[in-house]
């Protein structure tokens, strides 16, 4: 009550923070009739004179006003925009590392531009995140322009770019990209073996669009880099041939908790099935321990046939099963399910089995946008998560009040008894709508369930776009210009992920129907009339290079738009975009997103959600209750039960979702962040490496180390003499130091001490080595020692991961015994963190003292090129990547060598590193 009143007199805390912005805005608008007044390169200089300002001392915030303005200046040259006094609140809303909720339609990606261009001043480099390559692109292409007008430069990384590349729009001022290729390219960074090989230069400030869809729809699943293992595709096609003689009995299925598992039942008959197959031993158990390789099998293509369906979870394409976004409905190339699932769908579609894969990096997007000095993120719908951005982010969510009021009606929910009624009444509504020339947005939840409802309007009259035509919608424009319903409607899912842009595009002529799952309108607007620009590009041909515009071209552009401006009246008398929901999603945040596709810009609207009993959520939250209820109280066929009471318990049930999401993503980032401190300590070290001249402190460091632990092992502290293990010494010092020592004689000297001996061996460990690096020149020995530090350290890290997976997937059954699963993973994991130092000190010191450097003289087939052959005395390290470059190339002859590395060893055959030897700066 208190906290009503207090709100009252002094507004929300959103309301109050939105006031504390309005004197810069009004600042802002002070400076525009000055910065109009510059030329184009008088506004230029401007960003001279801000950098100077920060070389001399000032902070961004107090370059905010000017800066601001200048932004807002070289957008209304450039593109023809001008930021919005709301667009300048969201800009400096970014600009304190916050998230601004912005309305569909209110130009976020234009409102990015004001903290991007303020923070690269800095010279530190800003990311700009986007969800897809295409939006990456196009807003490099379109932003791009009002930094390059001011002076910056900018850089856009999408798949398929080399290393070269990547560095090259990293270094920009400005670098445009998706989530997954920024936290893949820190994990390659840190899976190199050269400083002067990583791409990324750190992680200044980051602003994410889309912000609920990355920090939290794909949060679910860590960015993994891994290596083939050994192909096991045919226990995959044998157990995916007999899982379907499981019966329905055999099995407990929980699709809210999106498992299923055996019952006791299930166990002997899988276990018939499984010896009848002869994968299994006459009377062995399934659950020995000899066994567990194959339990997993059995798990993963349970798992495969009785939760995952294809059109929803995935589709099959190329002959390749690909991941379908359960959030945006789009196709996740290159993305696989791990632990084996993926093979075991692969094996049920009946498609190429892929090799299982090992982990050799991996890391959440939580923990990796975290390493941002600043991060900031927008989209339309975040308030509903703000608790789980505080509190796994640190970001707080700011509304951003919209350009314009809101006009758009949202309707109570319409809830049927069965599917096929709720389908019935969509097509009823459908048609009207679009009778009236109102344009209809239908959002269905898969692709499946899209293409359910496009085949039922197929058979009542209406009919399909065809995109495979050349001018797939053709029938719609028709329509609109005779005032008449087309009928023809378009069905956008993942299938025809290509067409995206222009079909949502397009989805606001009078009377178009457009059919979309999750991902509708995502980067591209809805507007009204349809998007003239997107018209032109799409129906004119490309514009001359001189962009020199013809009298014929431009008057067929102008006709194109007086007939969009035209069709947009005609959408605004008939109500609006028309959002269809045909199911609830089980977050709020996706039903907001689709609402919010209308009603953009003061533009009128109108969005209504059909349900049914059937649904997955109604069903899985006790729609059984519901039916009976509905059947007593005499709900007929076709009838709708609309009340405003149904919309709050359904809210309810999808509020109870949200939650238990958030503590399984807070849950999976408690284990994470353990792993997480430990790849932190990992990957600086590997760092520090890299930027050292030698690492020959660290390798002497740990040759004593390692002697200080094989005299302790054998010699124990406060032992008598006759305990001592003198054998186990000499053999230790044999195995980890290639020293043969005679050390059961020594221990037999009279009054010997284990602090002698340690130093006995330690002198004649020092003195061998330095004799081998003589030997193998210093140059190549520094080389060589930092390439084994490097994957002596990389291999033991991979084991280690794998070793934690396995630790967390069972840790969890320590609860049983009353202990904390978490305590008992973090003990454990740094347990075998300090196991892996002692390891590395092991293998390092192993290796370094039993490698031997030759230059051999080159192959028959290999003439013209040095090799550097690696051997190793015992120990099996003859691929550590050691090889020189192509054949192609002439010792005696510089000009034959092309681009050398500075760090690389110099094609001279001399055995330096090229730097210290023809690359020599004078």
């Given at each position: 009550?208190l906290?009503g009143?207090?709100k009252?007199l002094?507004?929300?805390?959103n309301e109050?923070r939105?006031?504390?912005?309005?004197a810069r805005?009004?600042?802002?608008?002070?400076?525009e009739?000055?910065?109009?007044?510059?030329s184009?390169?008088?506004?230029r200089?401007r960003?001279?004179e801000?950098r100077?300002?920060?070389?001399?001392?000032?902070?961004?915030?107090?370059?905010l006003?000017p800066?601001?303005?200048?932004v807002r200046?070289a957008?209304?040259r450039?593109?023809?925009q001008?930021h919005?006094?709301?667009q300048?609140i969201?800009?400096m809303?970014l600009?304190?590392?916050?998230i601004?909720e912005?309305r569909?339609?209110e130009?976020?990606?234009?409102?990015?531009t004001?903290?991007v261009?303020l923070?690269a001043?800095?010279?530190k480099?800003?990311?700009v995140?986007?969800?897809?390559?295409?939006?990456?692109?196009?807003d490099a292409?379109?932003m791009?322009?009002?930094?390059?007008?001011l002076?910056?430069?900018?850089?856009?990384?999408?798949?398929?770019l080399?290393?070269?590349?990547?560095r090259?729009?990293?270094?920009?001022?400005?670098?445009?990209?998706?989530n997954n290729?920024y936290?893949f390219d820190?994990?390659?960074?840190?899976m190199?073996y050269d400083?002067s090989q990583?791409v990324?230069?750190?992680h200044?400030?980051g602003?994410?669009?889309?912000v609920?869809?990355?920090l939290?729809?794909?949060a679910?699943t860590?960015?993994?880099?891994?290596g083939?293992l050994d192909d096991?595709?045919d226990l995959?096609?044998t157990i995916?041939v007999?899982i379907?003689k499981?019966?329905?009995?055999h099995?407990?299925?929980?699709?809210?908790?999106r498992a299923?598992?055996?019952?006791?039942?299930g166990?002997?008959?899988i276990?018939?099935i499984?010896?009848?197959?002869?994968?299994?031993?006459?009377?062995?158990?399934?659950?020995?321990a000899?066994?567990?390789?194959?339990?997993?099998?059995?798990?993963?293509?349970l798992?495969?046939?009785?939760l995952?369906q294809?059109?929803?979870d995935?589709?099959?394409r190329n002959?390749?099963v690909v991941?379908?976004?359960?959030?945006?409905g789009?196709?996740?190339q290159?993305r696989?399910?791990?632990?084996?699932?993926?093979q075991?769908?692969e094996?049920?579609?009946?498609?190429?089995?892929?090799?299982?894969?090992?982990?050799?990096?991996?890391i959440?997007?939580?923990n990796y946008?975290?390493?941002?000095?600043?991060?900031a993120?927008?989209?339309?719908?975040?308030a509903?998560e703000?608790d789980?951005?505080?509190?796994?982010y640190?970001?707080?969510?700011v509304?951003v009040?919209?350009?314009l009021?809101?006009?758009?009606?949202?309707?109570d929910d319409e809830?049927?008894?069965?599917?096929?009624?709720?389908l019935k009444a969509?097509?009823?509504e459908?048609?009207e709508?679009s009778?009236?020339g109102?344009?209809?947005l239908?959002?269905t939840t898969s692709i499946e369930?899209?293409?359910e409802?496009g085949?039922y309007?197929a058979q009542?009259?209406?009919?399909?776009?065809?995109?495979?035509?050349?001018?797939?919608?053709?029938p719609v424009?028709?329509a609109a210009?005779?005032?008449?319903?087309s009928?023809?409607?378009?069905?956008?899912?993942?299938?025809?992920?290509?067409q995206?842009?222009f079909i949502v595009a397009?989805?606001g002529?009078?009377g178009?129907i457009?059919?979309?799952t999750n991902?509708?309108?995502r980067?591209?607007?809805?507007?009204?009339?349809?998007?003239a620009?997107?018209?032109?590009?799409?129906?004119?041909s490309?514009?001359?290079?001189?962009?020199?515009?013809?009298?014929?071209r431009?008057?067929?552009?102008?006709?194109i738009?007086?007939?969009v401006?035209a069709?947009k009246?005609?959408a605004?008398?008939a109500?609006g975009l028309?959002?269809?929901?045909?199911e609830r999603?089980?977050?709020?945040?996706i039903?907001n997103q689709l609402?919010?596709?209308?009603?953009r810009?003061?533009?009128?609207?109108?969005?209504?959600?059909?349900?049914s009993?059937?649904?997955?959520?109604?069903r899985?939250?006790g729609?059984?209750?519901?039916?009976?209820m509905?059947?007593?109280l005499?709900?007929?066929?076709?009838?709708?039960?609309?009340?405003?009471?149904?919309?709050?318990?359904?809210e309810k049930?999808?509020?109870k979702?949200?939650?238990r999401?958030?503590?399984?993503?807070?849950?999976?980032?408690?284990?994470d962040?353990?792993?997480?401190d430990?790849r932190?300590?990992v990957f600086?070290?590997?760092?520090d490496?890299?930027a050292?001249?030698?690492v020959?402190?660290?390798?002497?460091d740990?040759r004593?180390?390692v002697?200080?632990?094989?005299?302790a092992?054998n010699i124990?502290a406060d032992?008598y003499?006759e305990?001592?293990?003198?054998?186990?010494?000499?053999?230790?010092?044999?195995?980890l130091?290639?020293?043969?020592l005679?050390?059961?004689?020594?221990l037999k000297?009279?009054?010997?001490?284990?602090?002698?001996?340690?130093?006995r061996?330690?002198?004649?460990?020092d003195?061998?080595?330095?004799?081998r690096?003589?030997r193998?020149?210093p140059?190549?020995?520094?080389?060589?020692?930092?390439q084994?530090?490097?994957?002596?350290?990389?291999?033991?890290w991979?084991?280690?991961l794998?070793?934690?997976?396995?630790?967390?997937?069972?840790?969890?059954w320590?609860?049983?015994?009353?202990?904390d699963?978490l305590?008992?993973?973090?003990a454990e994991?740094f347990q075998l963190f300090n196991?892996l130092i002692?390891q590395l000190r092991e293998q390092?010191?192993r290796?370094?003292t039993?490698v031997?450097?030759?230059?051999k003289?080159?192959?028959?087939?290999?003439?013209?090129?040095?090799q550097?052959?690696?051997a190793?005395?015992?120990?099996?390290y003859?691929d550590g990547?050691y090889?020189?470059?192509?054949?192609?190339i002439?010792p005696?002859d510089p000009?034959?060598?092309?681009?050398v590395?500075?760090?690389d060893?110099?094609?001279?055959?001399?055995g330096?590193?090229?730097?210290h030897?023809h690359?020599r700066?004078a």
């Open positions: 009550m906290g009143i207090a009252k002094f507004g929300s805390a109050r939105l006031k504390s912005y309005r805005v009004a600042a802002i608008n002070a400076l009739p000055e910065v109009s007044a510059l184009d390169e008088a506004l200089m960003t001279v801000f100077q300002q920060i070389a001399n001392g000032a902070s961004l915030d107090d370059l006003v800066a601001f303005a200048t200046e957008a209304k450039v593109l023809g001008r919005f006094d709301v300048l969201g800009g809303v600009n304190e590392g916050s601004a912005m569909t339609g130009g976020k990606t234009l409102v990015g004001l903290p261009y923070n001043l800095s010279s480099g800003v990311h995140v986007t969800v897809n390559d295409y939006l990456a692109s196009r292409g379109t791009g322009r009002i930094y390059r007008f002076g910056l430069t900018v850089g856009v990384i999408t798949n398929g080399d290393d070269d590349q990547r090259e729009a990293y270094a920009a001022d400005v670098t445009y990209g998706t290729e936290g820190y994990l390659r960074d840190n190199k400083l990583m990324q230069r750190g200044n400030f602003i994410v669009d889309e609920d869809s990355i939290i729809d794909e679910r860590p960015l993994i880099i891994s083939p096991r595709s995959y096609n995916n007999l379907p499981l019966g329905r009995e099995y407990d299925l929980d699709e809210k908790q299923v598992s055996l019952t006791e039942e166990n002997e008959r276990e018939e499984l010896t009848e197959a002869g994968l299994l031993k006459e009377g062995a158990a399934l659950y020995d000899a066994n567990a390789s194959l339990v997993h099998h059995v798990n993963q293509a798992r495969a046939h009785t995952f294809r059109d929803k995935y589709i099959v002959n390749e991941i379908i976004d359960e959030f945006t789009r196709m996740m290159g696989r399910y791990s632990e084996g699932l993926h075991a769908l094996a049920k579609e009946h498609v190429q089995v892929q090799p299982e894969n090992q982990t050799l990096a991996s959440t997007f939580q946008f975290r390493l941002y000095d600043k991060l993120g927008m989209t339309g719908t975040a509903t703000a789980e951005f505080a509190d796994i640190r970001l707080d969510v509304e009040p919209t350009n009021p809101v006009r758009r009606l949202d309707e809830v049927y008894r069965t599917e096929k009624e709720k969509i097509a009823r459908i048609e709508a009778a009236n109102q344009p209809i239908v959002g369930k899209s293409e409802l085949a309007l009542n009259g209406f009919k399909q776009v065809d995109f495979a035509a050349p001018d797939a919608l053709r424009f028709e210009r005779a005032g008449k319903a009928k023809h409607f378009a069905v956008l899912n993942a299938r025809f992920h290509e995206e842009a397009q989805a002529v009078p178009a457009t059919i979309a991902m509708a309108g980067g591209t607007d809805i507007q009204l009339g349809g998007n620009e997107m018209r032109i590009a799409h129906d004119l490309p514009l001359p290079e001189d962009g020199v515009i013809d009298a014929e431009a008057q067929r552009e102008q006709e738009r007086n007939e401006a069709f009246q005609r605004i008398e109500g028309y959002v269809i929901g045909t999603h089980e977050s709020r945040r039903d609402r919010g596709r209308s009603g810009q003061g533009d009128p609207g109108r969005s209504k959600f059909y349900l009993l059937q649904d997955d959520l109604m899985i939250f729609s059984g209750r519901m039916d009976s509905l059947t007593r005499g709900l007929k066929e076709d009838e709708a039960i609309v009340h405003s009471w149904i919309n709050k318990a359904i049930a999808q509020g979702v949200e939650a999401n958030f503590d399984i993503r807070k849950n999976i980032l408690k284990y962040n353990v792993m997480n430990q932190k300590v600086e070290q590997r760092r490496f890299m050292r001249e030698s020959r402190e660290e390798i002497d740990m004593h180390g002697i200080d632990d094989i005299v092992r124990p032992a003499p305990q001592w293990n003198g054998e186990g010494l000499a053999e230790d010092a044999r195995q130091l290639n020293l043969d005679p050390i059961v004689e020594w000297e009279e009054g010997i001490a284990d602090d002698e001996v340690r130093e061996i330690r002198t004649a460990a003195a061998a080595y330095a004799e690096v003589e193998n020149t140059e190549l020995s520094t080389y060589v020692e930092k084994v530090l490097l994957q002596s350290l990389d291999h033991l991979r084991e280690h794998v070793t934690l997976d396995h630790l967390r997937q069972v840790v969890g320590r609860g049983l015994a009353q202990r699963p305590n008992e993973y973090k994991a196991g002692d390092v010191t290796q370094v039993r031997e450097i030759m230059l003289p080159p192959q028959e087939e290999q003439r013209d090129a040095p550097l052959a690696m190793e005395a015992g120990a099996d003859a990547g090889a020189l470059r192509d054949a192609a002439d005696a000009a034959t060598w092309g681009r590395g500075r760090n060893l110099c094609p001279c055959g001399s330096r590193k090229f730097k030897c690359g700066l």
